[in-house]
Antibody
Framework: EVQLVESGGGLVQPGGSLRLSCSASGFTFSSYVMHWVRQAPGKGLEFVSAITFNGGPTYYADSVKGRFTISRDNSKKTLYLQMSSLRTEDTAVYYC????????????WGQGTLVTVSS | QSALTQPASVSGSPGQSITISCTGTSSDVGSYNLVSWYQQYPGKAPKLMIYEGSKRPSGVSNRFSGSKSGNTASLTISGLQAEDEADYYCCSYASSGTWVFGGGTKLTVL
């Protein structure tokens, strides 16, 4: 069974930093593109970032470009999201998501971790 | 990267069919047959219901179907059931390794 477990969320002040982690199991982690998708309280879903199989090309939404960095450690089956210069509008539940290979869609989601940016 | 446009809410009675539209642009929905649809219950993670416009993952009921015409994609749910009451989001690949979601549609089963 595919499992994605996020951790690292919490309360942080504007301008601060936070690193999210996502531990994967139940599939060959190194064979899949992985994503971060977020959802602000009471709002819709928003693509944040994607990373290819070996950590090569990475992609970002304009709203986080230059502030967030996605990375992965295939030996640890773990996905990361380093967030810096955080803003109040970054407050959201952050989901770790597995790509449905070749279909440009998201077939497995973690339970999410809440990031709250507030003074 | 503007969000795709979905109706805020739709409703239907048990047994009926409903359709949720998702309008994008020639840069996303219109350029690729890569629209996906997600179902989300309150407080839960989204679930993939449709991918590549009209394909259903294993385990998803055949009451769910997807289609596309031009810059607009659609999700149809037939034989509406109480358990279908949830939020639904469309999503399209938008080039350069990015994706764009719709604002979400709340489905109410009357």
């Amino acid at each position: 069974e595919v499992q994605l477990v996020e951790s690292g969320g919490g309360l942080v002040q504007p301008g601060g930093s936070l690193r999210l982690s996502c531990s994967a199991s139940g599939f060959t982690f190194s064979s899949y593109v992985m994503h971060w998708v977020r959802q602000a309280p009471g709002k819709g879903l928003e693509f944040v970032s994607a990373i290819t199989f070996n950590g090569g090309p990475t992609y970002y939404a304009d709203s986080v470009k230059g502030r967030f960095t996605i990375s992965r450690d295939n030996s640890k089956k773990t996905l990361y999201l380093q967030m810096s210069s955080l803003r109040t509008e970054d407050t959201a539940v952050y989901y770790c998501v597995k790509d449905l290979s070749g279909s440009y869609s998201f077939d497995c989601w973690g339970q999410g971790t809440l990031v709250t940016v507030s003074s | 990267q503007s969000a795709l446009t979905q109706p805020a809410s739709v409703s239907g009675s048990p047994g009926q069919s409903i359709t949720i539209s998702c309008t994008g642009t020639s840069s996303d929905v219109g350029s690729y047959n890569l629209v996906s649809w997600y179902q989300q219950y309150p407080g839960k993670a989204p679930k993939l219901m449709i991918y590549e416009g009209s394909k259903r993952p294993s385990g998803v009921s055949n009451r769910f179907s997807g289609s596309k015409s031009g810059n607009t994609a659609s999700l149809t749910i037939s034989g509406l059931q109480a358990e279908d009451e949830a939020d639904y989001y469309c999503c399209s690949y938008a080039s350069s390794g990015t994706w764009v979601f719709g604002g979400g549609t709340k489905l109410t089963v009357l």
